[in-house]
């Protein structure tokens, strides 16, 4: 009997890691809705952030980078905290909320990168990616207007760029002082 339970918990156990591995995007997307933060304006109003879809402005990049970025995006401003939800694009929940902040990206300037040339020289072959990043209110005024680099230079996959540039996004984001007022 005492056998049967032992597996039994070990299947269950299993079985919850299994899921957690399986879905990871779920647990922060669920958890920063819930959390407040501080604003960087200061108030002790809490604005939410709708990431739009990338621009990529005249330039030809890969819709799997323009992806990754987005992705990247709205774990990396979840991960911050500072906002009280994070919204992809076409949400529709985001119509709803009264505090509504909206995220813009352009690329400027991306250079592909070659992960074959990483890993044989350290010289050559870095992925390199430019943007303009706008933190808008609903009405069009710019709140927030950075440009952010990302890149991938030593190892690591070309996507690897994406993260690097959300990640720096969401850090000017964070350090600096906008007002919405």
Known sequence: MKTIRRSSSIIYVAAIVAIMVAFPAWLPAQTAAVKSSD????????????????????????????????????????????????????????????????????????????????????????TKLTVRSQLLTREGKIVLERTVNGDVRFFGSNLRATHNLARNIAKAIKQSRWDVG
Do not use: C
């Not at 109003?45 to 819709?63: C, F, H, I, K, T």
């Not at 980078?65 to 076409?90: C, M, P, R, S, Y």
């Not at 985001?94 to 592909?112: D, F, G, M, R």
């Open 39 to 126: 604003a960087s304006s200061g108030s002790a109003m809490q604005w939410s952030v709708q990431v739009d879809r990338v621009n990529p402005g005249d330039l030809e990049v890969a819709y799997a980078f323009q992806v990754a970025i987005h992705e990247n995006l709205l774990k990396e401003l979840n991960k911050t905290k500072q906002f009280k939800q994070v919204f992809g694009d076409g949400d529709r929940k985001a119509n709803e909320v009264p505090n509504l902040l909206v995220l813009k990206t352009t690329v400027e300037t991306y250079t592909p990168g070659s992960e074959t040339r990483r890993a044989v020289t350290t010289v050559s072959g870095a």
